[in-house]
């Protein structure tokens, strides 16, 4: 049988393995089955095609009772230990090796040579026609315009996926996260504006759906899509006071950041600091911004000299807010680990504690949800009476990590 399966490629040099197979299966129903009989029986007919294919060019051999196993050479070899050869599947090999990188690497040139002279695309779902007649085609069949928006499809990808790694989502393996959001950060730096172009004009097209625009002003929409007007902008406001002035969430102008290829700064009059600045006078306190005298070359962002007690107002993106991040968590703006970061806080507080300076902390996070609450508590500790902090006293919890060294250097 292998003879006559070698004859046939021999006979029809240059054809695609679909050619082949078919030809096989039309003309000679015997060697077909026995062809099937050595592939594994719950590989689609596709799959058992490309198997048949690389046998026939002598990629595998026929020595492995569970298919066809690679030919090795002495190249592929300097790339597998023993260990591996004797432990991998014969098709897991084959995955892994430089040929079938090569195969693949070779085979989507061809595609994309093709689609760029049948339809001026690298790529046929570019073409408007064919997405079209695709997105026309799934809401016949399902009702959706993409198989993906199906429950049952979905859910079916996302049990596949807890099977082979344990998690529903590829980005929530840690083996896969990096080279994601890696992938991710690559693509922006390269097609970032046009991707925002995109995406205003997908969602201007969807003017009655959850992606409209039309709450935001034109002449804003104007900043958002010019990379000069949006980084002017950035200069004279933080993050924080463009979304309460455009109307539109931080996270959204972050990626926008993103898109523009912009790299973040510490805008020097954050908003939530302006908040605090404005109710410390207020309520009469006298005190200094941004002080670089108590503990130089270190800044306090607030210092109260009547007191001597400094307040630090850590945001929880930059000072990575132990109630949110894990110590292995990255900053992916200044590409340190959160425990760095939290390292970096303590030397400030172990600085002011050997100068006698009674530090505080109030974090982002507290503020923004329960700002009442650290009021009252800040009123206690500046206000002349015998009381002490009650909630800001409270120890510093992150989920699954021990950060007591990080609780004791912020303890408040």
Not at 181 to 201: A, D, F, L, P, S
Request: with cysteine; charged share 35%.
């Amino acid at each position: 049988m292998q003879e006559k399966l070698q004859k046939i490629v021999d006979e029809h040099d240059g054809w695609t393995y679909q050619k082949i197979c078919k030809l096989i299966e039309e003309t000679d129903p015997e060697l077909w089955k026995w062809v099937l009989a050595h592939c594994d029986s719950s590989l689609g007919k596709r799959m058992k095609a490309k198997i048949l294919f690389s046998a026939l060019h002598n990629e595998f051999c026929f020595t492995c009772p569970h298919g066809y196993q690679i030919k090795l050479t002495e190249h592929h070899n300097l790339k597998f230990s023993k260990e591996m050869q004797e432990n991998c599947d014969c098709y897991e090999k084959y995955l892994k090796s430089d040929m079938y990188r090569e195969k693949t690497k070779k085979m989507l040139e061809r595609l994309t040579k093709s689609c760029l002279m049948k339809y001026g695309v690298e790529n046929a779902n570019n073409d408007p026609v064919i997405k079209e007649k695709k997105e026309q085609s799934c809401l016949k069949k399902y009702g959706t315009r993409w198989p993906t928006q199906l429950k049952e499809i979905h859910q079916k990808a996302v049990d596949t996926c807890r099977k082979r790694y344990g998690r529903g989502y590829p980005i929530q393996c840690r083996q896969f996260k990096g080279k994601i959001v890696e992938h991710r950060r690559e693509t922006w730096k390269k097609n970032g504006e046009e991707i925002n172009r995109r995406i205003i004009q997908n969602r201007r097209k969807n003017a009655d759906g959850p992606l409209n625009w039309g709450h935001i002003r034109k002449e804003i929409q104007e900043i958002l899509l010019d990379k000069e007007k949006f980084e002017t902008a950035l200069k004279k406001s933080s993050i924080q006071e463009l979304s309460s002035k455009f109307g539109v969430s931080e996270s959204f102008l972050r990626n926008i950041y993103h898109g523009f290829g912009l790299k973040f700064k510490k805008s020097c009059e954050c908003f939530y600091e302006n908040e605090v600045a404005h109710w410390l006078e207020s309520i009469g306190i006298d005190f200094r911004r941004r002080d670089r005298k108590q503990i130089h070359p270190f800044e306090l962002d607030f210092y109260i000299p009547s007191k001597n007690i400094g307040i630090e107002f850590p945001g929880d993106f930059w000072h990575m807010n132990p109630k949110i991040y894990f110590s292995s968590s990255i900053n992916e703006t200044n590409h340190c680990s959160a425990q760095e970061i939290w390292n970096r806080d303590a030397r400030k507080k172990m600085l002011c504690d050997s100068k006698g300076i009674d530090l505080r902390y109030i974090w982002e996070f507290d503020w923004r949800n329960s700002k009442e609450n650290v009021k009252e508590d800040l009123k206690k500790l500046l206000i002349p009476k015998d009381s002490c902090i009650n909630s800001m006293n409270g120890s510093i919890e992150c989920p699954g990590e021990d950060i007591s060294k990080h609780q004791k250097a912020l303890a408040i």
